[in-house]
């Protein structure tokens, strides 16, 4: 398993930027002892600013289900006769090319039928770390987990942007408060390998064409 690194510190991780109202100074209230933004008299409990931890709450349930069904038919038929042709009377030409001169028939017949059936449910908690308080007070949250069961290594991964009232007062929050939330659950080990085609058949699949 890997180590606990701070995941500023990572190659791949990026400051974020969102649009913010100006940013204005909270009242001068010298002789209070309420602090604004308070939910307690005395100390305000839950994570507000970088180093802070928050439990991330995700719990998916998605349900999908598409039925599509298309049929179409068509029948057209044609006769067309030469009552004259350069003088010839029409009874003549039928007695050579006969009844009708020229006679056409077509016919179509199509049908389609379509249907997707998703089911989705993901459940885990894990908590994850503020790295970032953007100018109009929300949170840049990131949380990682890993667990390593026998030669199996399963990664859960979360990050998203919270509100500072979204967080309850036990410190948790859930996925569907979370502004760009990335949800990633997957790992590494035998089983997945076991799971995964080889490397020839990727490549035949990706090259073949039929």
Not at 126 to 155: C, D, H, Y
């Amino acid at each position: 398993m890997t180590s606990i690194t701070d995941p500023t510190r990572a190659n791949s991780y990026r400051p974020v930027t969102m649009p913010m109202p100006p940013l204005q100074a909270p009242p001068d209230e010298a002789a209070s002892l309420w602090r604004s933004g308070s939910k307690a008299f005395f100390k305000d409990q839950r994570a507000s600013q970088v180093g802070d931890l928050v439990t991330i709450i995700v719990d998916i349930t998605d349900n999908a289900a598409f039925n599509n069904g298309t049929t179409a038919d068509r029948t057209a038929d044609e006769n067309f006769g030469i009552p004259n042709l350069f003088g010839i009377k029409g009874k003549i030409i039928s007695a050579v090319t006969g009844a009708n001169s020229l006679s056409t028939a077509s016919s179509s017949d199509s049908g389609a039928t379509g249907k997707i059936t998703r089911n989705e449910t993901v459940t885990l908690r894990l908590a994850g770390t503020i790295t970032q308080v953007l100018p109009n007070g929300n949170f840049v949250v990131m949380g990682k987990q890993e667990v390593r069961v026998n030669s199996e290594l399963r990664e859960l991964g979360v990050s998203g942007i919270v509100r500072p009232q979204d967080i309850t007062a036990d410190n948790t929050v859930t996925h569907d408060r979370m502004a760009e939330a990335r949800i990633s659950y997957g790992g590494r080990g035998t089983l997945t390998q076991l799971q995964t085609p080889r490397y020839g058949q990727q490549v035949m699949d990706a090259i073949l064409p039929f």
